[in-house]
């Protein structure tokens, strides 16, 4: 289906959704001064409530891997056609719900409005079931744009831009939420459109409205820890807070997805797993999901009020959202669980701003923000010929042979420059002569050296870079026993071992060009 009639079909479709739940405040209405303009919803707030709803039909999802068209111009009329409005009242959808909505319209050849309508209701309905799910990280971030990272990571959504970016999740939350905010302000409301996702939708605005309530008299209150997991009684935490207050924002947005969560609960610099449930470093064939657990469990174990070290807990492994979408469905939905390398730069530009009490109460700046890089440099033609050629399913090839190639990154503040933050880059990338194992083949050298340029440059586009150093040790290395595996350690376990290192001790941080040199780092 082209993207002219993909857009046609939308429009057909918006009016039959917004007759279904709104009567007519989804749409833009006619004659408004504003009916051009992309508002994309009224309110900055987002919305969501209870998990017993069902769809209109039981139409499927669309699982086409195509990406939105970016050839729908501004320009083009949006009004919708003229045999399928609900109401008089209706006009066009916005552009900003036109582009947020039509991934979710299915590709198939012959999909009727109503067919349309109907995926588009049960695949918003589900990411309001997810949003709601975590309203206690809502409160405890008090509406945190950080938020939305843990909805991108937790909706295992299957429309044609999946997944979406946080900022897109935000803003499809947004639109619904505006929209039912301006039917229930109609005098003509009769409140009878209160099916499954409208209670969602109520919920999830009360939540908003509760937060921003209460957000005027948060200075002197207690910060709500996150739920417990299923079968861990809350009076486990005593008089704690968890996870503890001097994490980010984007860390508990991490630490509270329910699949980490159960891993972690509880754990802090004081209450630490017994050693005999301490995980083992994730491999280069790791899930994503086990390699966030890891990072988790060492930032909860070894992060202290005043540490200067900040790790970000989520595994790198895309330049861009585009490439993290492209990967979607071959990695079997887990590229969302993967972060981008801006995603990475956003949380060391906010950590670098963030202040740390140090013993004495006196606040110092976080010095140091520590990355896992996991990329794999291996072609999609290639992951499926050889699905095709062991008759297996892409992702599960995809996790088995796609090995990842573990990195660490490590960005050092140092004095700001001409109104640019100043830093230290210095890339753990495991080879000879310290390691042989871990280092890439041959085949795949060159295009890691390209990764890695392009990130030199991404970081340069955002920090004053002073000096790169690149290759580098751990202080002590320990490969994996061999009853855990009978193999020396890969790239992922020895950038996870160095992440734990520095961790563990701030010292071992190199900070100096002496201790660059000693620990086998070359600056280039």
Same mark, same amino acid.
């Given at each position: 289906?082209?993207?002219?009639?993909?857009?046609?079909?939308?429009?057909?479709?918006?009016?039959?959704?917004?007759?279904?739940?709104?009567?007519?405040?989804?749409?833009?209405?006619?004659?408004?001064?504003?009916?051009?303009?992309?508002?994309?919803?009224?309110?900055?707030?987002?919305? #969501?409530?209870?998990?017993?709803?069902?769809?209109? &039909?039981?139409?499927?999802? !669309? $699982?086409?891997?195509? *990406? @939105? %068209? =970016? +050839?729908? #111009?501004?320009?083009?009329?949006?009004?919708?056609? &003229?045999?399928?409005?609900? !109401? $008089?009242?209706?006009? *066009? @959808? %916005? =552009? +900003?719900?036109?582009?947020?909505?039509?991934?979710?319209?299915? &590709?198939?050849?012959?999909?009727?409005?109503?067919?349309?309508?109907?995926?588009?209701?049960?695949?918003?309905?589900?990411?309001?079931?997810?949003?709601?799910?975590?309203?206690?990280?809502?409160?405890?971030?008090?509406?945190?744009?950080?938020?939305?990272?843990?909805?991108?990571?937790?909706?295992?959504?299957?429309?044609?831009?999946?997944?979406?970016?946080?900022?897109?999740?935000?803003?499809?939350?947004?639109?619904?939420?505006?929209?039912?905010?301006?039917?229930?302000?109609?005098?003509?409301?009769?409140?009878?459109?209160?099916?499954?996702?409208?209670?969602?939708?109520?919920?999830?605005?009360?939540?908003?409205?509760?937060?921003?309530?209460?957000?005027?008299?948060?200075?002197?209150?207690?910060?709500?820890?996150?739920?417990?997991?299923?079968?861990?009684?809350?009076?486990?935490?005593?008089?704690?807070?968890?996870?503890?207050?001097?994490?980010?924002?984007?860390?508990?947005?991490?630490?509270?997805?329910?699949?980490?969560?159960?891993?972690?609960?509880?754990?802090?610099?004081?209450?630490?797993?017994?050693?005999?449930?301490?995980?083992?470093?994730?491999?280069?064939?790791?899930?994503?999901?086990?390699?966030?657990?890891?990072?988790?469990?060492?930032?909860?174990?070894?992060?202290?009020?005043?540490?200067?070290?900040?790790?970000?807990?989520?595994?790198?492994?895309?330049?861009?959202?585009?490439?993290?979408?492209?990967?979607?469905?071959?990695?079997?939905?887990?590229?969302?669980?993967?972060?981008?390398?801006?995603?990475?730069?956003?949380?060391?530009?906010?950590?670098?701003?963030?202040?740390?009490?140090?013993?004495?109460?006196?606040?110092?700046?976080?010095?140091?923000?520590?990355?896992?890089?996991?990329?794999?440099?291996?072609?999609?033609?290639?992951?499926?010929?050889?699905?095709?050629?062991?008759?297996?399913?892409?992702?599960?090839?995809?996790?088995?042979?796609?090995?990842?190639?573990?990195?660490?990154?490590?960005?050092?503040?140092?004095?700001?420059?001409?109104?640019?933050?100043?830093?230290?880059?210095?890339?753990?990338?495991?080879?000879?002569?310290?390691?042989?194992?871990?280092?890439?083949?041959?085949?795949?050298?060159?295009?890691?050296?390209?990764?890695?340029?392009?990130?030199?440059?991404?970081?340069?586009?955002?920090?004053?870079?002073?000096?790169?150093?690149?290759?580098?040790?751990?202080?002590?290395?320990?490969?994996?026993?061999?009853?855990?595996?009978?193999?020396?350690?890969?790239?992922?376990?020895?950038?996870?071992?160095?992440?734990?290192?520095?961790?563990?001790?701030?010292?071992?941080?190199?900070?100096?060009?002496?201790?660059?040199?000693?620990?086998?780092?070359?600056?280039?």
């Amino acid at each position: 289906m082209s993207p002219k009639t993909k857009t046609k079909l939308l429009r057909r479709a918006l009016p039959l959704l917004d007759g279904l739940i709104f009567e007519s405040a989804l749409l833009e209405p006619k004659n408004s001064d504003d009916a051009s303009k992309d508002e994309g919803g009224s309110s900055q707030d987002p919305g #969501g409530p209870s998990n017993n709803s069902a769809s209109p &039909s039981n139409a499927p999802v !669309s $699982n086409d891997p195509v *990406g @939105p %068209s =970016n +050839d729908l #111009g501004a320009n083009e009329s949006a009004g919708p056609s &003229s045999d399928s409005g609900p !109401s $008089n009242n209706s006009g *066009g @959808p %916005s =552009n +900003d719900l036109r582009d947020v909505l039509l991934p979710f319209v299915p &590709s198939r050849k012959k999909t009727t409005p109503e067919e349309a309508r109907d995926v588009i209701f049960e695949t918003v309905r589900q990411a309001f079931l997810v949003t709601v799910k975590y309203e206690d990280v809502y409160r405890r971030l008090s509406g945190n744009k950080a938020f939305w990272y843990l909805i991108l990571a937790d909706w295992n959504s299957a429309h044609e831009a999946s997944p979406f970016p946080a900022a897109s999740v935000e803003k499809l939350i947004a639109l619904f939420v505006a929209a039912r905010r301006r039917y229930e302000a109609e005098p003509s409301s009769s409140g009878a459109a209160n099916i499954g996702l409208t209670m969602f939708i109520d919920r999830w605005i009360h939540i908003i409205d509760d937060v921003n309530v209460a957000k005027a008299a948060r200075a002197s209150r207690k910060l709500p820890s996150l739920k417990p997991p299923k079968d861990v009684e809350p009076e486990t935490l005593g008089s704690r807070t968890w996870p503890p207050a001097h994490f980010s924002a984007f860390d508990i947005a991490i630490m509270g997805q329910a699949a980490i969560r159960e891993k972690v609960f509880g754990v802090d610099h004081l209450h630490k797993v017994d050693e005999e449930a301490m995980p083992t470093y994730p491999t280069d064939q790791s899930p994503p999901l086990d390699v966030r657990r890891f990072l988790c469990g060492v930032s909860l174990e070894e992060t202290k009020p005043r540490s200067p070290v900040s790790l970000f807990l989520a595994p790198v492994a895309f330049m861009s959202d585009e490439i993290r979408r492209e990967w979607y469905l071959p990695t079997g939905h887990k590229s969302r669980l993967y972060a981008t390398v801006d995603e990475f730069i956003n949380y060391a530009h906010e950590e670098f701003k963030t202040t740390a009490a140090n013993a004495t109460g006196v606040v110092g700046v976080k010095q140091h923000v520590i990355g896992l890089l996991t990329p794999w440099f291996f072609e999609k033609e290639w992951l499926i010929s050889t699905a095709q050629e062991r008759d297996q399913p892409i992702p599960i090839v995809w996790q088995g042979a796609c090995f990842r190639a573990g990195m660490m990154v490590c960005l050092t503040r140092l004095k700001r420059v001409d109104d640019h933050q100043a830093c230290r880059l210095v890339l753990f990338k495991p080879g000879p002569p310290y390691y042989w194992r871990p280092a890439q083949p041959s085949d795949r050298r060159e295009k890691q050296e390209s990764w890695i340029r392009e990130l030199r440059q991404k970081l340069k586009h955002h920090f004053r870079i002073a000096e790169t150093w690149i290759g580098g040790r751990a202080e002590r290395h320990h490969g994996p026993s061999l009853e855990q595996r009978p193999v020396t350690a890969d790239s992922v376990e020895t950038s996870c071992e160095i992440i734990e290192e520095m961790k563990i001790s701030n010292g071992t941080v190199p900070n100096t060009k002496e201790n660059l040199l000693e620990r086998g780092f070359e600056l280039i």
